[in-house]
């Protein structure tokens, strides 16, 4: 099974502040990668696919990028409503695997 | 409105079966592949199940395989999650999930989840 490790597994940050999660494949994945954003006591939403792209809806401050086999999610200025743990998901061969989570909070 | 809605969830003894349900509405359902998505308390997200537009094609990870078994209803629009021979270790919320269509095993809309709780 592919691994997919975060980090960091928590983070403090300030409003308009610049975040940036990692995840980092256990092998090549190209570009077949997610981030989720599950906000306290609610569901998973979609935020990022296909390494880059952006789900319908999501603002523009978040953005995904790839080094390798690095992956990155990257909220440009840092919001209330951002406030969550945010996953990443492998789509490139089953089982689909997630990492452990990254818990944003607010300083 | 896309709407994924799960029900079926309880308090159930080790060992024994449980049948989830999810009803979607808002899309053309048969023209999507669904799946099942769980959390444990405090936990990570596993993916569960996948099923494909007509049912023919079934996907599961091995921490289910054998026990697990996912169908769909398209004249319904609806999603089952049959679970048998159920331990400590299924315990989660589960949710039900559409997959992103056409580009890739990604999963755009999620349900509110359902708790399941083996326990004796």
């Known amino acids: 099974d592919i691994q997919m490790t975060q980090s960091p597994a928590s983070l403090s940050a300030s409003l308009e502040e610049i975040v940036t999660i990692t995840c980092q494949a256990s092998q090549n994945i190209g570009n077949w990668l997610a981030w989720y954003q599950q906000k306290p006591g609610k569901s998973p939403q979609l935020l990022i696919y296909?390494?880059?792209s952006l789900a319908d809806g999501v603002p523009s401050r978040f953005s995904g990028s790839r080094s390798g086999t690095q992956y990155s999610l990257k909220i440009s200025r840092l919001q209330v409503e951002d406030i969550g743990i945010y996953y990443c998901q492998q789509a490139s061969s089953t089982p689909w695997t997630f990492g452990g989570g990254t818990k944003l909070e607010l300083k | 409105e896309v709407q994924l809605v799960e029900s079926g969830g309880g308090l159930v003894q080790p060992g024994r079966s449980l049948k989830l349900s999810c009803a979607a509405s808002g899309f053309t359902f048969s023209n999507y592949y669904m799946a099942w998505v769980r959390q444990a308390p405090k936990k990570g997200l596993e993916w569960v199940a996948t099923i494909s537009t007509s049912g023919s094609r079934t996907y599961y990870p091995d921490s289910v395989k054998g026990r697990f078994t996912i169908s769909r209803d398209n004249a319904k629009s609806s999603l089952y999650l049959q679970m048998n021979s159920l331990k400590s270790e299924d315990t989660a919320t589960y949710y039900c999930?559409?997959?992103?269509?056409?580009?890739?095993?990604?999963?755009?809309?999620w349900g509110q989840g359902v708790m399941v709780t083996v326990s004796s």
């Open positions: 999930a559409r997959h992103l269509p056409k580009l890739g095993n990604y999963f755009d809309y």
């Open positions: 296909g390494t880059t």
